[in-house]
């Protein structure tokens, strides 16, 4: 089975909406090729969610509705960047 493409989008900025690292909701990535615009703290946070999607595999709690997407966010206590993980098949689109 061929690795799914991978879009990050960030949907939330928890506590005061502020990311030190100057993401904005709303803000995409393609994943790998963007990956170096993304703090590394937060892409150490999302690898791992990034790559059960990527190779198809789910965690049992994944909505079975959108069981290409997930969400998790920066280990930043303050103020977590949320991001949408999506994965899709690039000949069939999101």
Same mark, same amino acid.
């Given at each position: 089975? !061929? $690795?799914?493409?991978?879009? $990050?989008?960030?949907?939330? /900025? $928890?506590?005061?909406?502020?990311? %030190?690292?100057?993401?904005k909701?709303? @803000?995409? =990535? @393609?994943? %790998? ?5 993304? #703090? ?6 999302i690898?791992?969610?990034?790559? *059960?999607?990527?190779? +198809?595999? &789910? =965690?049992?709690? =994944?909505?079975?509705?959108? !069981?290409?997407?997930?969400?998790r #966010?920066?280990?930043?206590?303050? &103020?977590?960047? *949320? =991001? ?5 098949? %690039?000949?069939? +689109? /999101?």
């Amino acid at each position: 089975m !061929p $690795l799914k493409k991978i879009k $990050l989008e960030i949907t939330n /900025i $928890l506590g005061d909406g502020n990311c %030190p690292a100057g993401h904005k909701i709303g @803000d995409k =990535f @393609d994943y %790998p090729t963007d990956s170096g615009k993304i #703090c590394q703290s937060a892409m150490n946070s999302i690898y791992p969610s990034i790559q *059960v999607i990527a190779s +198809g595999g &789910r =965690f049992p709690w =994944f909505n079975p509705e959108k !069981p290409n997407e997930w969400e998790r #966010c920066c280990p930043d206590p303050k &103020r977590p960047v *949320v =991001f949408k993980i999506i994965g899709y098949d %690039p000949e069939q +689109g /999101i």
